[in-house]
């Protein structure tokens, strides 16, 4: 489903990737670990294929780093979602309208994007939010509700920038096991995170990164 093939990008001041090769498959959770400044975000970036590699290739499905027109991007990310540490939410419109906004972009009528909505409210236990705005939330519930934005799309994976560093070890533990429930119907997990005391004991896949040099 994923593969780097020989991938290297760095920035001018030499952080990146380098010369890194990989699979990950349908289905799998995969916990990538490494400081801060390692090349986690970029890892991720170069997956939703934000940035290209400046040697070798990246394939996310059926797309191809080398190959994908500018006007396929859209496609690609409708089918992987990405969250970050900070979840960019709209403060001025409600949980459900910041839910459902990838639907509306790609121009699904109405009654599918409520159904689909209020089935991924369901599904993450936060329907009573739903006419709430995200700064009545906690920081743990604005975390979820990124997370459902992506996830109202049926992702094949899901790209977890740092999910938990915002947030006190209580809400921390409740997106992991978010992450983990939507794992186990079947979409892949990746999760970037500096914190493997967090982690080491939940059962993952583990590959590290340090200076932009990945290990698996």
């Given at each position: 489903m994923i593969h780097f093939k020989k991938v290297l990008f760095e920035f001018n001041?030499?952080?990146g990737i380098?010369?890194?090769s990989f699979n990950i498959e349908s289905g799998e959770y995969v916990c990538i670990?490494?400081?801060?400044g390692a090349g986690k975000t970029t890892l991720l970036k170069l997956i939703y294929m934000d940035i290209f590699p400046q040697k070798g290739e990246v394939i996310v499905d059926k797309y191809n780093s080398k190959k994908i027109k500018n006007k396929e991007i859209a496609n690609l990310r409708r089918n992987v979602g990405m969250v970050f540490q900070n979840p960019?939410?709209?403060?001025d419109r409600s949980v459900f309208e910041n839910i459902s906004i990838p639907l509306h972009i790609q121009g699904l009528g109405l009654k599918y994007i409520k159904n689909q909505v209020n089935e991924v409210l369901?599904?993450?236990g936060i329907e009573d939010k739903k006419n709430h705005f995200p700064n009545q939330c906690s920081g743990g519930e604005q975390q979820i509700i990124s997370l459902a934005r992506e996830l109202v799309k049926n992702p094949i994976v899901i790209l977890a920038d740092e999910p938990t560093g915002n947030l006190d070890p209580a809400?921390?533990?409740?997106?992991?096991?978010m992450l983990e429930e939507i794992n186990n119907e079947g979409t892949a997990v990746l999760m970037a995170t500096h914190n493997f005391t967090l982690?080491?004991?939940r059962g993952y896949q583990f590959m590290q990164i340090k200076e932009g040099e990945v290990t698996l």
């Amino acid at each position: 489903m994923i593969h780097f093939k020989k991938v290297l990008f760095e920035f001018n001041n030499g952080s990146g990737i380098k010369d890194t090769s990989f699979n990950i498959e349908s289905g799998e959770y995969v916990c990538i670990i490494g400081p801060t400044g390692a090349g986690k975000t970029t890892l991720l970036k170069l997956i939703y294929m934000d940035i290209f590699p400046q040697k070798g290739e990246v394939i996310v499905d059926k797309y191809n780093s080398k190959k994908i027109k500018n006007k396929e991007i859209a496609n690609l990310r409708r089918n992987v979602g990405m969250v970050f540490q900070n979840p960019e939410l709209l403060n001025d419109r409600s949980v459900f309208e910041n839910i459902s906004i990838p639907l509306h972009i790609q121009g699904l009528g109405l009654k599918y994007i409520k159904n689909q909505v209020n089935e991924v409210l369901s599904k993450l236990g936060i329907e009573d939010k739903k006419n709430h705005f995200p700064n009545q939330c906690s920081g743990g519930e604005q975390q979820i509700i990124s997370l459902a934005r992506e996830l109202v799309k049926n992702p094949i994976v899901i790209l977890a920038d740092e999910p938990t560093g915002n947030l006190d070890p209580a809400s921390s533990l409740k997106v992991l096991r978010m992450l983990e429930e939507i794992n186990n119907e079947g979409t892949a997990v990746l999760m970037a995170t500096h914190n493997f005391t967090l982690v080491e004991d939940r059962g993952y896949q583990f590959m590290q990164i340090k200076e932009g040099e990945v290990t698996l």
